[in-house]
């Protein structure tokens, strides 16, 4: 029905910059979104983008990150600045196709799923 690839991971020092990219294929989506989850962490939504191109954000990453998306070329990305190391897990890119969403951290409002990238910060 949807599929979603991510790319642009990568091991980066602190304080660097990335961009990751998620590219959807199949049918229409609505709400897209990022996560993440760390070696022995829980997943954790970073950030949401929905109707009308309305964003939230974790507060972690708030003035760090910047979640935008091409209709066009149905491409979410995740511009990640100032990466500190608490930063590093793999990023994973959802889904819906709920109209007219309003965008959430919850992982239950997403039923399409990316494999992930991986994200590395050291100091």
């Known amino acids: 029905q949807v599929q979603l690839v991510e790319s642009g991971g990568g091991s980066v020092q602190a304080g660097g910059s990335l961009r990751l990219s998620c590219v959807a294929s199949?049918?229409?989506?609505?709400?897209m979104s990022w996560f993440r989850q760390g070696l022995g962490k829980e997943r954790e939504g970073v950030a949401a983008?929905?109707?009308?191109?309305?964003?939230i954000y974790a507060e972690s990453v708030k003035g760090r990150f910047t979640i935008s998306r091409d209709t066009a070329k149905r491409t979410l990305f995740l511009q990640v600045n100032s990466l500190k190391p608490e930063d590093t897990a793999t990023y994973y890119c959802?889904?819906?196709?709920?109209?007219?969403?309003?965008?959430?951290?919850?992982?239950?409002?997403?039923?399409?799923w990316g494999r992930g990238t991986q994200v590395t910060s050291s100091s």
């Open positions: 959802a889904a819906n196709r709920v109209a007219y969403c309003v965008p959430t951290l919850s992982e239950s409002f997403y039923p399409y």
């Open positions: 199949g049918r229409s989506t609505s709400c």
């Open positions: 983008i929905g109707y009308g191109d309305r964003t």
